[in-house]
């Protein structure tokens, strides 16, 4: 699969990209990976939702979407005319589910399936990614279900590098590292969790060396390619992800701190490529390694 550039919108942050395109062209993107399906709508957590921390967010959405049906009759062909790759992000509440949802995506036109292995927000299973076994049964199920590329979005905690090898073996086409990392916020004035689940998933600049030695590390563990996520928010946070081994990276919250802040990546890559005079990102790949 060849994407126009390595700079793709991350999931739950670009929902299915029609706010945006009233911003900018988004057509510019190497991708959008869509807000995470669930074979049912989902009215999500209720609030708070948000909880900023120094350098992060915290969020506790709870995986709210109009669900697997609503989105293939309604939002996908507006996401088909926005010109770029339509990643669909799935979330199943058992291995069987994303077998369900990868069967109701394919042929759907939909350029790729990405499997969010875990979500820190909701109850219930929510780690698959966590472990081997897991991910391996869920990619299993899935890779029956569909013809489409099969990228594998991994928690950053667990048995990351385990998880991402089960993942390859089983015809996962890609590894999206990482989601958010498991966070607590607490009310001190009610001595509470601030989220009604407990735990909320910590994103932004504060995860950004922890995503990144994961890609160092996973980007050597498999030979499929390594996306990577965390905490990107410019052109040299992009570079370092590639110098790190990963074939493409994702922007997420920075979304929400300059809705330019994806094109301004892409532009800022150009360049540095222009400068430096070099054809591929191959001589640049993983040469931190
Ligand atoms: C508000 C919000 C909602 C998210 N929803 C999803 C989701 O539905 N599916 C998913 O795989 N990841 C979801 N994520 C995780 C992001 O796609 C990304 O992996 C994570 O935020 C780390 O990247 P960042 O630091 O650039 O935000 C969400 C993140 C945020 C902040």
């Not at 009215?43 to 609503?70: A, H, Q």
């Not at 040299?236 to 300059?258: C, K, P, R, S, Y």
Request: aromatic fraction near 6%.
């Amino acid at each position: 699969m060849v994407l126009k550039n390595p700079v793709i919108a991350a999931s739950g942050t670009f929902s299915f990209g029609a706010e945006y395109a009233r911003v900018y062209d988004v057509s510019c993107l190497g991708g959008i990976c869509t807000k995470g399906l669930t074979l049912h709508p989902r009215r999500g957590n209720p609030p708070p939702r948000l909880w900023e921390t120094p350098c992060g967010l915290l969020n506790s959405i709870g995986l709210e979407n109009p669900g697997v049906e609503t989105f293939l009759r309604e939002e996908l062909p507006r996401m088909r005319d926005l010109g770029t790759v339509v990643i669909a992000n799935i979330w199943g509440e058992t291995p069987e589910e994303y077998g369900e949802l990868a069967e109701r995506l394919s042929g759907s036109g939909v350029d790729a399936i990405e499997l969010n292995l875990s979500c820190p927000n909701v109850p219930g299973i929510g780690l698959l990614g966590g472990s081997a076994k897991g991910t391996a049964w869920a990619v299993r199920v899935a890779r029956a279900a569909c013809g489409e590329p099969l990228w594998v979005k991994l928690p950053p905690e667990g048995d990351v590098l385990g998880a991402a090898r089960a993942a390859e073996k089983e015809g996962a086409e890609a590894i999206s590292a990482a989601n958010t990392f498991r966070g607590l916020a607490i009310d001190i004035a009610t001595g509470r969790p601030v989220f009604a689940n407990t735990f909320g998933g910590l994103s932004g600049p504060a995860i950004k060396p922890l995503a990144l030695r994961l890609v160092y590390e996973l980007s050597q563990a498999v030979s499929i390619p390594v996306i990577g996520i965390g905490g990107i928010a410019s052109w040299e946070d992009a570079l370092e992800f590639i110098m790190a081994g990963a074939h493409a990276v994702q922007v997420g919250t920075a979304n929400f701190i300059d809705p330019l802040c994806a094109p301004r990546i892409i532009r800022g890559l150009e360049v540095f490529l222009k400068e430096r005079g070099i054809e591929t990102w191959e001589g640049i790949r993983g040469c931190a390694h």
